[in-house]
């Protein structure tokens, strides 16, 4: 027979969930909301862009929309004033704001990447403490391969994942004792429709080159590990899961087709 703890129920068969995701307007904050509610969760779908999550929630039941800006503390506390219950944060909002070489370093670009990848998620996860901790929730953080490689170019993005990565580790110590999971999953080539034309200001072309010839990953293979890392059986705390196309060994080495 099993030990007791090995056969606790999963969060896949408990009663009706919480989740909250940031970020939820499209990419794998979109596809992470879409299939929670899929599974049966509650989710609160929360971005800056309101008539995208109510597109999402007409078109998939179970999910709720809130305007959130994760740079605003009067907006976060209103998302957690919200929420009834909290048993999952998935703290996903985030991007990049340029590519440029430390030398030329655009000082705003790179506060406004500190701002919404690292503070952002210091100020939802802040406002949602208190409902996670009653429910022993779980974080999951969007982190990247950018938290733990470097490349010429990346500094502004790659800082701030290098901070996400602490402040996971973090959470985690500070936490344990509350019965909180804190988790990261680090993708890297994802192919959205945003992450790059974001990050190039709009540029498609330069945009489309950093996929080129390579079977990229898609949001929702990011959002099946994260769902995967929140339905775990709760004695269970996956640190930490990095994701990569099989074409990228490394931020540098990704083997393109010609
Ligand atoms: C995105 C991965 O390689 O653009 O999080 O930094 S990368």
């Given at each position: 027979m099993l030990p007791t703890r090995n056969r606790a129920p999963t969060n896949l068969s408990a009663m009706t969930r919480t989740a909250v995701v940031t970020g939820a307007s499209s990419g794998i904050g979109a596809a992470t909301a879409v299939l929670l509610a899929k599974q049966g969760w509650e989710v609160i779908a929360a971005a800056r862009r309101l008539d995208r999550l109510e597109e999402l929630a007409a078109e998939h039941e179970g999910i709720r929309p809130q305007q959130l800006d994760v740079t605003d503390p009067l907006s976060t506390?209103?998302?957690?004033?919200?929420?009834?219950?909290?048993?999952?944060?998935?703290?996903?909002?985030?991007?990049?704001?340029?590519?440029?070489?430390?030398?030329?370093?655009?000082?705003?670009?790179?506060?406004?990447?500190?701002?919404?990848?690292?503070?952002?998620?210091?100020?939802?996860?802040?406002?949602?403490?208190?409902?996670?901790?009653?429910?022993?929730?779980?974080?999951?953080?969007?982190?990247?391969?950018?938290?733990?490689?470097?490349?010429?170019?990346?500094?502004?993005?790659?800082?701030?994942?290098?901070?996400?990565?602490?402040?996971?580790?973090?959470?985690?110590?500070?936490?344990?004792?509350?019965?909180?999971?804190?988790?990261?999953?680090?993708?890297g080539m994802v192919k959205t429709p945003e992450f790059s034309l974001t990050r190039f200001a709009g540029d498609q072309a330069r945009s489309d080159a950093v996929y080129a010839g390579v079977d990229a990953l898609v949001a929702e293979d990011i959002a099946d590990v994260i769902v995967w890392v929140a339905t775990r059986p709760r004695h269970v705390n996956i640190d930490l899961v990095q994701v990569t196309p099989q074409q990228q060994a490394a931020s540098h080495k990704v083997i393109r087709r010609p």
């Open positions: 506390q209103a998302l957690a004033d919200s929420v009834a219950a909290c048993d999952l944060l998935v703290a996903n909002a985030g991007g990049a704001f340029d590519l440029d070489p430390l030398s030329d370093a655009d000082i705003d670009a790179w506060a406004r990447m500190y701002d919404v990848n690292v503070l952002g998620l210091v100020r939802s996860v802040q406002a949602l403490l208190p409902a996670l901790r009653a429910a022993k929730g779980h974080v999951v953080m969007t982190g990247s391969t950018a938290g733990y490689w470097v490349y010429e170019g990346g500094g502004g993005y790659v800082a701030a994942k290098h901070a996400v990565a602490a402040l996971r580790q973090i959470l985690r110590l500070e936490e344990v004792e509350h019965g909180l999971r804190v988790s990261e999953v680090a993708p």
